[in-house]
């Protein structure tokens, strides 16, 4: 079993509408939970950091945990074309040691 | 505030050649880190260290790849000999400490072996 599982393919979504990815992890004492964008050619930037069950939202992106069912999402909202990337998830194993996903590809149609 | 400094940007060796990526961190970052990232995948966790002593090293192929942070600022990974397998981009990530910080990714290394 994958540490962190990114299962979804090349995800499209018209500009404006809200753009949905899930992950899942194996390890049940994993504390904080990462989503990072990467643009092609370029290296990952981090756009959000989740700690405890819920949501946190900042701006348009909304983070969601359940610990109980080992999941994490991120919601964008009113996607823009700029948002058009490769989104990866990762998981914290301790020590700030990170395990990622491979990541989902997500293109906005103007 | 510079952010993470990695050369060369690209590479191209032949099998069984040798090769070596260099890093310099943000300033005051203790902890660095060098990942693999093939095409397609996300990036793995070679090696953490912390200043200059190794936190995790227990995905780095040690029968050809070593690293040294020795006065615990930058820091070179090597190969040595390169195999078809080892193209990838390789990322060198710093950050303040090793408690729950972000990383901040310097641009890569593209290495293409022939």
């Known amino acids: 079993q994958k540490e962190v599982e990114q299962n979804s393919g090349p995800l499209s979504v018209p500009e404006g509408a809200i753009a949905s990815l899930n992950c899942t992890y194996s390890?049940?004492?994993?504390?904080?939970f990462f989503w990072y964008r990467q643009y092609s050619g370029k290296s990952p930037e981090l756009i959000m950091s989740?700690?405890?069950?819920g949501d946190k939202e900042d701006g348009r992106f909304t983070a969601q945990l359940n610990k109980a069912s080992q999941y994490v999402s991120l919601l964008i909202r009113d996607s823009q074309p700029s948002d058009s990337a490769t989104y990866l998830c990762?998981?914290?194993?301790?020590?700030?040691?990170?395990?990622f996903g491979k990541g989902n590809q997500v293109v906005v149609i103007p | 505030e510079a952010g993470v400094a990695q050369s060369p940007r690209y590479k191209i060796i032949e099998k069984r050649q040798s090769v070596a990526f260099w890093c310099n961190p943000i300033?005051?970052?203790?902890?660095l880190y060098w990942y693999q990232q093939i095409l397609g995948q996300g990036p793995k966790l070679l090696i953490q260290?912390?200043?200059?002593?190794?936190?995790?090293d227990s995905q780095l192929p040690k029968d050809r790849f070593s690293a040294e942070r020795l006065k615990g600022v930058d820091s070179t990974l090597k190969i040595q000999p390169a195999k078809l397998e080892d193209s990838a981009v390789y990322l060198c990530?710093?950050?303040?400490?090793?408690?729950?910080?972000?990383?901040?990714f310097g641009p890569g290394t593209r290495l293409t072996v022939l």
């Open positions: 990530a710093s950050s303040f400490g090793v408690s729950s910080t972000e990383q901040f």
């Open positions: 390890d049940r004492v994993s504390q904080s």
């Open positions: 989740i700690y405890s069950n």
């Open positions: 990762a998981v914290n194993k301790g020590n700030n040691r990170l395990a």
């Open positions: 300033s005051g970052h203790a902890t």
């Open positions: 260290f912390q200043n200059n002593g190794v936190v995790d």
